[in-house]
C-alpha cells in the first residue's frame, strides 16, 4: 500500500484552497503568477497530511516522537505535475479547523514533493503501509516527513532540503537515531537561551 494520505475536515481544505486563491490574487513573485493563472475550479490541492509541533524540551528528554499531537494540516498545491506551494491549516483545540496558518513557496515545498517521489522507488516504504505526517522542530530550523505505520510497526523519518548540519539529507531514519541525531543540537539550543536569558535578566 505504501504512503496513504489522511481526510482531513472538509473545512480544513476550503481554507487551505482560499489562502491559495489570495495568495494568486495579490503576490506577485513569479510562481504566484502561475496560481494566478488557475482558475479556482482548476487549482489542484492535494497529499493531505497533519503537522506535529517538536519542542526542545521533547527532544532533550527523548520523548517519543509518534507522541506528538495533531496541530493542524498541510496540502500541496500544483499545476499539472509541478508542485508551487503548500498550504497549512490549523487546529483548534477541539481538533476542528481553526483558520489558514501560512501559505509557503519556499524550499520544503519542493524538497516534499522530491522526497515523496524519492520514497516512491524505496523497496522498504513500498512493502509498508504508511501515513504521510510532517514534523517541525521551529527552535532548530528542521522539518521532517514522518511516515507513519500501523500500531506496533517502526515510525520511519526523513529531513527535508534545507537539511541542519546535524541531520542527512534523504536519509531514512529509525526513531531512536532520529532521537538520538536531534537530542544534542536541542540540549545545546536550550543551554544557549537560558545564557541568554539570564544575561537579559530575563526568567
Not at 82 to 87: G, H, I, K
Not at 166 to 174: K, Q, S, T, V
Request: hydrophobic share 45%; aromatic share 6%.
Amino acid at each position: 500500500m505504501a504512503i496513504h494520505y489522511v481526510s482531513p475536515p472538509e473545512e480544513a481544505r476550503q481554507i487551505a484552497l482560499a489562502g491559495l486563491q489570495h495568495l494568486a490574487k495579490f503576490a506577485q513573485d513569479a510562481r504566484a503568477v502561475d496560481l494566478l493563472a488557475l482558475q479556482a475550479d482548476n487549482l489542484q490541492i492535494s497529499v493531505p497530511h497533519t503537522t506535529h509541533l517538536v519542542e526542545l524540551d521533547d527532544l532533550v528528554a527523548r520523548r517519543p516522537l509518534a507522541d506528538r499531537a495533531v496541530t493542524g494540516w498541510r496540502y500541496l498545491a500544483s499545476r499539472a505535475s509541478r508542485v508551487l506551494a503548500s498550504s497549512e491549516v490549523s487546529a483548534g483545540a477541539d481538533g476542528r479547523p481553526s483558520g489558514l496558518d501560512q501559505i509557503n513557496m519556499g524550499p520544503y515545498v519542493e524538497s516534499t514533493a522530491q522526497a515523496l517521489a524519492d520514497l516512491s522507488e524505496n523497496d522498504e516504504v513500498q512493502a509498508g503501509d504508511f501515513e504521510l505526517r510532517i514534523l517541525k522542530i521551529p527552535a532548530l530550523c528542521t522539518v521532517i516527513l514522518w511516515l507513519s505505520p500501523p500500531e506496533g510497526e517502526t515510525n520511519l523519518f526523513v529531513p527535508l532540503i534545507p537539511t541542519p548540519d546535524f541531520l542527512e539529507a534523504g536519509r531514512i531514519y529509525r526513531e531512536g537515531d532520529m532521537l538520538e541525531a536531534l537530542e544534542g543540537p536541542a540540549r545545546l539550543r536550550l543551554e544557549f537561551d537560558d545564557a541568554r536569558n539570564d544575561a537579559y535578566g530575563e526568567s
